[in-house]
């Protein structure tokens, strides 16, 4: 089988391989973190220099606890609902579906149309597992997926909100929860603090991405519905830090959790959005 073939400094490049070949590094890790034999087997079908993607220290370990703690929410859910729909916005390569499906769950991969187009070179579709390529604020999809409006939702967005402003993020909760009121949605975010802190880093590399909305509070998208809303109010569920509990591999990064601003500065939050009818 010939390889897929991508230029270095490709855009496209960067910001899905990183996150594949950090994948297939654990894969390498005496006890790994995660197990994700489909990232290892897609690394081995691209023609790109890896070496150029790699993760160092802290940054690799976190990457996969990211993972890890969206793959035990997903595995969660579907433990609860078996015949859930997961709609996964900005799936970029991740193989999520590989690692978590039950057999039974109906699965979106929603991302632009030229990450996308790169999937379906890599990984087939099936009965239970559809591509969307589109912006998740193109409301062309919600038509598709309320096919199912029925059935439980999960919607997962893992390291794509904070690129977006609040007012689209606030926007894209409230539409979710009018068109799937009783649905949950599982997203990673950052205080303004280290949004700031992430700029700076991002503008010292030379790296055009910016990062723009910021999370103070895990309960601020509470105050963006209300009772009388279409689709009830916004209510976290919980809430998840990096450093909020021991994980060998942090090693002395550890400490960090008791540095307020660090400690709980990147977290992972689980709503529900509105009450089901």
């Given at each position: ?7 270095s ?25 995660i ?13 790109y ?94 038509a598709d ?13 893992e390291?794509v ?5 609040e007012e689209?993020?606030k ?5 979710l ?7 949950e ?12 802190l ?10 055009g991405?910016?990062l ?5 509070h895990?309960?601020d998208?509470e ?20 450093f ?5 591999r ?28």
């Amino acid at each position: 089988m010939s390889k897929i073939k991508l230029q270095s400094g490709n855009v496209v490049a960067e910001t899905l391989l990183i996150p594949l070949y950090a994948r297939a590094l654990e894969a390498q890790q005496p006890a790994p973190l995660i197990r994700d034999d489909t990232a290892v087997a897609l690394v081995e079908r691209i023609d790109y220099d890896f070496a150029r993607s790699s993760l160092r220290g802290l940054d690799q370990v976190t990457a996969i606890m990211r993972v890890r703690e969206f793959d035990r929410r997903t595995r969660d859910f579907l433990g609860r609902h078996r015949e859930a729909v997961v709609v996964h916005i900005g799936c970029g390569l991740d193989t999520r579906f590989e690692r978590v499906d039950n057999g039974q769950v109906t699965w979106y991969d929603l991302d632009l149309p030229e990450v996308i187009a790169l999937r379906r070179q890599l990984i087939a579709e099936g009965d239970r597992r559809r591509y969307l390529g589109c912006s998740v604020f193109d409301s062309s999809w919600l038509a598709d997926v309320s096919v199912h409006a029925s059935r439980p939702f999960l919607f997962l967005a893992e390291g794509v909100f904070p690129y977006f402003e609040e007012e689209q993020v606030k926007g894209l909760f409230l539409t979710l929860a009018a068109r799937f009121p009783g649905g949950e949605l599982v997203c990673d975010a950052m205080t303004p603090f280290m949004v700031r802190l992430h700029n700076l880093e991002l503008r010292v590399l030379r790296v055009g991405a910016r990062l723009r909305w910021g999370l103070r509070h895990g309960r601020d998208p509470e105050g963006w519905g209300s009772p009388s809303s279409a689709g009830g109010r916004i209510r976290l569920l919980d809430e998840w830090f990096y450093f909020e509990r021991s994980e060998p591999r942090l090693g002395a990064a550890y400490l960090m959790r008791y540095l307020p601003p660090l400690a709980k500065g990147v977290g992972i939050f689980h709503y529900r959005l509105g009450d089901a009818s």
